[in-house]
């Protein structure tokens, strides 16, 4: 059988790598790590606030959509990536292989792109996975290797931009690659059918994994590490005997510390029941890409530290009875702070909160990730 089917005898087969695809996969590629890129910055800047940066409080479901496209689109970019690559492999062994000063700096800079891109989408499935098998913190690698990435990416489209026009221009199939008498119908395999393959791979990574995000996909999505499930219908990152908080969670002597400078007053769970309960349904949204919906029941932060004399108009520090580490203690931007669904909440979807979700009682606000959503609070102090 002669190499590519539909050929004839002698007739050498249209090849199926070019320009032509690899200006139109690399641009698919672009978007996709332009909104990881971004999406992740937004991530970034959330959990390390800067005076400049403003994230609000509504839609209520805004990080959950951010941090969602972020890590689908880099789920996406894995079958685009593999195929841009295929698509010039034997280009990156042409000679010369160093050349003139823009060869060069063509070379360098998919040297540090695929290097780049490779450890973002390597490590970012691990975190997903939640499997770190590194020793490096993920978070502060993943952050900086992202400005790595994204200036590569860069000077690759300054170096390539008038290839990539032209590539862009120019059609899809070659004329020899067509049938005679049956127009826009190429012999065997074709630079079309690469194209819908690279489509179709990006739909099917997606709607695999889109469903920890995307409760509508959940069933269909075979490959989510997260199903949604969970002690009281939500999943645990990060549980209490992980966190080494049974035994401070359960005392009876249990406390939780409201502060604003030399005012302070301590709360039992009975004090925290008796004040006026209220219900948000919130989403809970993490880093990993996971998402669920549910109903939040207890005080509302406000009217917690209006106890103490506190004005809303603060930032607040949240402690948990955690020990010391990176997220044992976070910072509740005033907005946050002031808004009427930022809760001490006391019960999840109807019960009281599982010990897993943070028992005797944790933060939950809107548009927050899930990591910055303290559980087992132990103190809340307004910050001066």
């Known amino acids: 059988m002669s190499p590519q089917a539909g050929t004839r005898a002698g007739e050498k087969p249209a090849p199926l790598r070019g320009t032509a695809i690899t200006a139109r996969v690399g641009l698919a590629l672009g978007v996709a790590v332009a909104v990881c890129f ?22 209520v479901w805004l990080y959950r959509l951010t941090q969602g496209l972020h890590v689908i689109s880099g789920i996406a970019a894995i079958p685009l990536i593999v195929v841009k690559l295929w698509s010039v492999w034997p280009k990156l062994f042409e000679r010369p292989v160093i050349g003139g000063f823009v060869r060069q700096l063509e070379r360098a800079s998919i040297l540090v792109l695929v290097g780049a891109m490779l450890f973002q989408l390597s490590t970012g499935i691990m ?6 098998a590194f020793e490096f913190f993920f978070t502060t690698s993943h952050y900086a290797m992202a400005y790595v990435a994204a200036g590569a990416v860069l000077v690759h489209i300054a170096v390539k931009l008038p290839v990539i026009r032209r590539a862009l221009g120019e059609p899809l199939e070659q004329p020899s690659g067509e049938l005679p008498g049956v127009p826009g119908l190429s012999r065997g395999l074709t630079r079309r059918t690469v194209l819908r393959g690279t489509w179709l791979a990006v739909a099917v990574a997606t709607v695999a994994t889109a469903g920890q995000t995307v409760p509508l996909l959940r069933k269909v999505s075979v490959l989510a590490p997260r199903t949604g499930q969970g002690p009281q219908g939500v999943p645990v990152n990060r549980s209490a005997i992980a966190a080494g908080v049974l035994r401070t969670a359960r005392s009876p002597q249990y406390r939780l510390t409201v502060t604003d400078g030399a005012v302070s007053r301590a709360f039992t769970l009975e004090d925290l029941q008796a004040m006026p309960q209220v219900t948000h349904r919130l989403p809970i949204a993490c880093v990993e890409g996971w998402s669920v919906d549910a109903e939040w029941t207890g005080a509302v932060l406000a009217d917690l530290l209006a106890t103490v004399g506190a004005s809303p108009d603060s930032d607040v520090r949240m402690i948990s009875l955690e020990p010391p580490g990176p997220y044992s203690r976070t910072t509740l931007p005033a907005r946050h702070v002031r808004d009427s669904q930022t809760l001490i909440a006391l019960r999840l979807n109807g019960e009281a909160l599982d010990l897993d979700h943070g028992y005797p009682c944790r933060l939950i606000a809107p548009t927050r990730p899930g990591v910055l959503q303290t559980k087992w609070l132990s103190r809340i102090e307004v910050v001066p």
């Open 38 to 59: 971004v999406t992740g910055l937004i991530s970034h800047f959330i959990q390390h606030p800067q005076p400049w940066f403003f994230w609000p409080t509504r839609p």
């Open 127 to 132: 975190n997903i996975a939640q499997w770190y």
